[in-house]
């Protein structure tokens, strides 16, 4: 099992990125999906999470509304779309698998399995 973190970049507040999660070795609805962030001197907080099964989706109320979770089976991959983007929202960003028994646990990284390598988001003027 593999998840491969990409698209993080500069962007202005206000600005939008879209992260990529790339998956290997296994097929997306093996799995839920969740997005964490972690800020320097922060802990890591859950962003949101796509239940790929059944394609619900959860978000934390900081990035309600601004921030969407998509996945594409075809191409085994998840997505996170990143509008009105704010400085409060750089930090590095990672992907990871969570079962889906455990879904109501879905904010804390600690019940994840595995992990991908992170992405640099920077917001800034």
């Known amino acids: 099992v593999q998840l491969q973190a990409s698209g993080g970049g500069l962007a202005q507040p206000g600005g939008s990125l879209r992260l990529s999660c790339a998956a290997s070795?296994?097929?997306?609805?093996?799995?839920?999906i969740g997005w964490f962030r972690q800020a320097p001197g922060k802990q890591r907080e859950g962003v949101s999470l796509i239940n790929t099964s059944d394609g619900s989706t959860y978000y934390a109320d900081s990035v309600k509304g601004r921030f969407t979770v998509s996945s594409d089976s075809a191409k085994n991959t998840v997505y996170l779309q990143m509008n009105n983007l704010k400085p409060d929202d750089t930090a590095v960003y990672y992907c990871?698998?969570?079962?889906?028994?455990?879904?109501?646990?879905?904010?804390?990284?600690?019940?994840?399995?595995?992990w991908g390598q992170g992405t640099l988001v920077t917001v800034s003027s």
């Open positions: 990871a698998t969570l079962s889906h028994q455990l879904l109501s646990l879905w904010k804390f990284p600690r019940w994840y399995d595995y």
């Open positions: 070795g296994f097929t997306l609805t093996s799995y839920a």
